[in-house]
């Protein structure tokens, strides 16, 4: 295998790791309660997705 002649800069590195940040998870907001949530999943505020109720958060709380 081939082996780096010369030391590569501290720019040229911070450079090539430019792209290796972390993304914040996309949020959107639910139309029943304003809060944010997940996109295409159920809210876990009020329990609606599309509008309609699919977790029953009286029973679970």
Same mark, same amino acid.
């Given at each position: =295998? %081939?082996?780096p002649? &010369? +030391?590569h800069? &501290?720019? +040229? #590195?911070?450079m #090539?790791r %430019? $792209? @290796?940040?972390? !993304?914040?998870?996309a949020?959107? *907001?639910c139309p029943?309660?304003?809060e944010? /949530? =997940?996109? $295409? +999943?159920?809210c876990?505020?009020?329990? !609606?997705? /599309?509008g #309609?109720?699919? *977790? @029953?958060?009286k &029973?679970t709380a």
């Amino acid at each position: =295998m %081939a082996n780096p002649v &010369k +030391r590569h800069s &501290k720019s +040229r #590195r911070n450079m #090539r790791r %430019a $792209h @290796d940040f972390l !993304t914040p998870p996309a949020t959107s *907001i639910c139309p029943q309660c304003n809060e944010p /949530k =997940m996109p $295409h +999943r159920a809210c876990p505020n009020c329990g !609606t997705y /599309k509008g #309609r109720e699919v *977790i @029953d958060l009286k &029973k679970t709380a």
